[in-house]
C-alpha cells in the first residue's frame, strides 16, 4: 500500500526534551518529517505539528508510541486531504503580477498582487498548498505555510 500523508498534532510539556522525544519515535521507525512546527500554547504545554507519510498501519504505530511518551499530554491525528485539517498561506508576487486563487480552491483570500500586497489564504490545507503552489507558478518569491491547530475540545 502506498504510503498516505498525515498531520499529527501533539500536544505536551513545554521543557526541552519534548522534541527530542518525538523525533524519536519517527527516527527509530525510519519516518520522516515533511515538516514541523511549534507553537506555545501556554506556559507549561506546548503544540507540536507535524505533517509525515506513512501507511495507515505505520500511522497508528506512531501515534501509539508518541501517546506513551511521557511529556506528552495528547495526539491527534488526521489525514491531510481530511478537510478539517485548516491552514493558512502567505504568498508575495511581484509588483504588476495579478494573481487569484484557483477556483476549485476553497478559501478565503485578501491581497491585491499587482499592488505587491501579499495575498493571504485561509482554508483546508490541500486548498492552501493548491493556491500556495499556483502562486508559486505564477512567479510568487516568498510563500509559506501554516497548519492551525485543531479547535480544542
Given at each position: 500500500?502506498?504510503?498516505?500523508?498525515?498531520?499529527?498534532?501533539?500536544?505536551?510539556?513545554?521543557?526541552?526534551?519534548?522534541?527530542?522525544?518525538?523525533?524519536?519515535?519517527?527516527?527509530?521507525?525510519?519516518?520522516?518529517?515533511?515538516?514541523?512546527?511549534?507553537?506555545?500554547?501556554?506556559?507549561t504545554t506546548g503544540?507540536?505539528?507535524?505533517?509525515?507519510?506513512?501507511?495507515?498501519?505505520?500511522?497508528?504505530?506512531?501515534?501509539?508510541?508518541v501517546e506513551r511518551l511521557t511529556p506528552?499530554?495528547?495526539?491527534?491525528?488526521?489525514?491531510?486531504?481530511?478537510?478539517?485539517?485548516?491552514?493558512?498561506?502567505?504568498?508575495?508576487?511581484?509588483?504588476?503580477?495579478?494573481?487569484?486563487?484557483?477556483?476549485?480552491?476553497?478559501?478565503?483570500?485578501?491581497?491585491?498582487?499587482?499592488?505587491?500586497?501579499?495575498?493571504?489564504?485561509?482554508?483546508?490545507?490541500?486548498?492552501?498548498?493548491?493556491?500556495?503552489?499556483?502562486?508559486?507558478?505564477?512567479?510568487?518569491?516568498?510563500?509559506?505555510?501554516?497548519?492551525?491547530?485543531?479547535?480544542?475540545?
Amino acid at each position: 500500500m502506498d504510503d498516505e500523508r498525515w498531520v499529527a498534532f501533539v500536544r505536551g510539556a513545554h521543557r526541552p526534551g519534548t522534541l527530542t522525544a518525538l523525533a524519536a519515535v519517527f527516527s527509530t521507525r525510519g519516518v520522516n518529517f515533511e515538516s514541523l512546527a511549534t507553537a506555545e500554547v501556554d506556559d507549561t504545554t506546548g503544540l507540536i505539528v507535524v505533517t509525515f507519510r506513512a501507511t495507515p498501519r505505520r500511522q497508528q504505530e506512531l501515534a501509539r508510541a508518541v501517546e506513551r511518551l511521557t511529556p506528552v499530554h495528547s495526539v491527534l491525528v488526521r489525514r491531510a486531504a481530511d478537510l478539517g485539517v485548516r491552514a493558512a498561506g502567505v504568498m508575495h508576487l511581484p509588483r504588476g503580477v495579478t494573481f487569484r486563487p484557483p477556483a476549485r480552491a476553497a478559501v478565503a483570500w485578501s491581497g491585491v498582487s499587482e499592488a505587491g500586497e501579499p495575498v493571504l489564504v485561509e482554508g483546508p490545507l490541500v486548498d492552501v498548498e493548491l493556491v500556495v503552489a499556483a502562486a508559486r507558478e505564477a512567479g510568487a518569491t516568498v510563500s509559506g505555510i501554516v497548519i492551525q491547530p485543531p479547535p480544542a475540545p
